[in-house]
């Protein structure tokens, strides 16, 4: 019974480390083509956008007032619009894509501040001030370079993600196959 599990732990450990690897060399090809990382990324954007007009559209069909009909079909033909410009305009849609990133990081790093403010004099205080500044610098840095900087945001940012997520997968990975082999 102990072996079949360790062979099955070892076996779904296998197919995470493979993972995890494909990850990493992924985020590391975004990393080092931020711009074709970006418009892949753009792309995959638009493409949800226009699921989501079908999605919205076809609910629309399923509503029994006429408020929620009409207003489904108005949000699925916006959201048809927004997709089908990013499909055709895919420089367009990293800018602003890029654009949208900065907003937020702004808005965060508000937010951040704030919460900072309202904490008092506790420990950990400035871990959270710290990480406020460093997301400020981010919007300054991509609101100073836009739209230039849509070369280069979209595909680092997820590009270190991916790194990172697949790094950890990996060390979570090869922390289980130890602990089971133990």
Same mark, same amino acid.
């Given at each position: ?43 995959? %954007?638009?493409? *949800? +956008? &226009? ?11 399923? =509503? !029994?007032?006429? /408020? @929620? ?63 406020? %500044?460093?997301? *400020? +610098? &981010? ?11 849509? =070369? !280069?945001?979209? /595909? @680092? ?26």
């Amino acid at each position: 019974m102990a072996d079949s599990i360790t062979a099955g732990v070892h076996r779904a450990t296998t197919w995470s480390i493979v993972l995890s690897v494909l990850l990493i060399l992924t985020g590391v090809l975004a990393i080092a083509s931020p711009f074709i990382a970006g418009l892949a990324i753009t792309a995959v %954007v638009g493409w *949800l +956008l &226009l699921f989501s007009a079908v999605l919205h559209i076809a609910f629309a069909f399923r =509503a !029994w007032r006429a /408020g @929620t009909v009409v207003a489904q079909i108005l949000l699925g033909l916006v959201y048809g619009a927004i997709g089908y410009y990013i499909l055709r305009n895919p420089a367009a849609g990293l800018a602003g894509l890029t654009f949208a990133i900065g907003v937020y990081l702004f808005a965060e790093a508000v937010l951040e501040f704030v919460l900072a403010s309202q904490m008092g004099p506790v420990s950990g205080r400035g871990w959270l001030i710290a990480d406020g %500044v460093i997301t *400020l +610098l &981010l919007a300054v840095m991509i609101a100073a370079t836009w739209p230039s900087s849509s =070369a !280069w945001v979209v /595909g @680092t940012l997820i590009g270190i993600s991916m790194l990172f997520s697949g790094w950890t997968r990996l060390m979570l990975s090869l922390t289980v196959r130890r602990v089971v082999a133990a």
